[in-house]
């Protein structure tokens, strides 16, 4: 299980890498009146996500953390039961969102993913199905005016766009 860690963060820190370097052909810093570069968000993400990497690396090799006596095998049945649950449910919600758009698609995967596969109260799966697509709509759409796929959901949209616009 160390290795697999290990592994992981070394990937993902490659790819970090990548996401910064792609991102940085467009602008990443402050345009007069219009506000951050359109490379600004991914690269700093990236760079966050870099740094977390570097972490991971960091406490691996200082034998630091809750991995550092497992001997257990990296893939075993239940593990790999769990993989394809999550793997599955994520193929199926980005199917959906073509279809019932992401804001329908969102709370339907985090309901099954929260509930099911992680076993929480029916009170905080809720509260965080409803409000990561309330908090994801007033962030993307009327926030940064980027639109996103709303699938037949779309003409319930049409009220808050009359109010807003």
Known sequence: MRRAELVMAVV?????CYLMWK????????????????GAFPFWLAAGMLACCGWIILRWLRG?????????SYMDRHSLN????????????IGLIHVIGVYGSVPLFLIFYMRVLGGHTWMKTGTIAILSPVITFLFFELALKITLP????EPMFYPIYDLVY
């Open 12 to 16: 993902l820190a490659v790819f970090s």
């Open 150 to 153: 709303k699938g037949f959901t």
């Open 64 to 72: 630091v953390g809750p991995l550092v006596k497992s001997e257990e």
């Open 23 to 38: 991102s940085s052909e467009l602008p990443v810093g402050w345009i007069p009146e219009r506000g951050p570069g359109p």
């Open 82 to 93: 769990q993989f394809l649950l999550g793997a599955g449910s994520l193929g199926v919600m």
